[in-house]
């Protein structure tokens, strides 16, 4: 079997963000959800990793969402798990037929195809009874989804590394704490082909799609570049909320 090489940096933080929040525990049997992007692809390597080396036992198995797009394809994703001994199955969805009456001139794409998919997913986490759905999200977007919120929304909110599903299973992100650089370096020094943002369907289609994302990027590689600690700042303050400091009479003490 060829082999693959995980950076001890990626070890070190998923190592780290799993012991502090409880990610993947014995006994677990967690649904990865697999794009086979970059970030998911990492994901899916670093369980099989944990599996070999971690104190504790735990299942998995990858799921790709099809969205039924013409032209989609995962034959070589599949390939790859194959090789790797990775267990993937694709999940046939008719989401793209779907949305073409749904959303025809509507403009977001982006998080109806995001939504869909998410549904997916938990159906097979619920079919298969498994007790985790994992998410390949890192640092770069739980700062990214940080800022859009604030900027575009008017909330402070990022994403947790672990919650409670409504469905009863935990979702949890055991990238939190790896950047984005680090797993397109991964996918990059194996020599892994990945499938980049046109797998999504919103991407493929010839719609006005949403720039919050790319511009809130750009500004924090702008911050970065003159303020190199950027990240590991974020890092720290994600994990020291002072919630009385704001204007939420919620957090307000009265008393
Ligand atoms: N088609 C899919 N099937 C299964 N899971 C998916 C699919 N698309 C995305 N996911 C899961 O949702 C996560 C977030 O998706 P998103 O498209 O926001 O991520 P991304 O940053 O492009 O990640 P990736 O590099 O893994 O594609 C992915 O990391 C993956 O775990």
């Known amino acids: 079997m060829n082999s693959i090489k995980l950076s001890k940096k990626i070890l070190r933080a998923a190592g780290k963000a799993n012991a502090k929040y409880r990610m993947i525990e014995e006994g677990d049997r967690v649904l990865v959800g697999l794009s086979g992007g970059k970030d998911s692809i990492t994901l899916v390597h670093l369980l099989k990793h944990m599996q070999r080396h971690a104190p504790f036992n735990f299942e998995f198995k990858a799921v790709t969402i099809n969205y039924g797009m013409p032209g989609e394809r995962y034959d070589a994703l599949q390939e790859h798990c194959k090789t790797f001994g990775i267990p993937h199955e694709i999940y046939e969805t008719n989401i793209f037929e779907v949305s073409q009456d749904t959303i025809r001139e509507n403009s977001s794409f982006c998080s109806y195809f995001s939504r869909m998919r998410r549904g997916a997913l938990y159906t097979k986490a619920q079919e298969g009874g498994f007790n985790k759905v994992a998410l390949g999200h890192h640092l770069d977007d739980a700062a990214e989804s940080f800022f859009m919120n604030m900027l575009y929304n008017g909330t402070l909110r990022s994403m947790a590394p672990i919650y409670k599903s409504s469905k009863g299973f935990h979702v949890i992100r055991p990238l939190i704490w790896v950047r984005e650089r680090q797993t397109r370096a991964f996918a990059e020094e194996n020599g892994i082909a990945t499938i980049g943002d046109e797998a999504c369907p919103a991407m493929a289609m010839n719609v006005k799609m949403p720039h919050a994302r790319e511009s809130t990027k750009k500004m924090l590689e702008e911050w970065e570049e003159k303020f190199p600690e950027l990240f590991k700042r974020f ?15 919620k957090f307000l003490d009265r008393k």
Do not use: I
């Not at 890092?235 to 009479?249: G, I, R, T, V, Y």
């Open 235 to 249: 890092k720290a303050a994600f994990s020291h909320l002072q919630p009385d400091s704001f204007m939420d009479e």
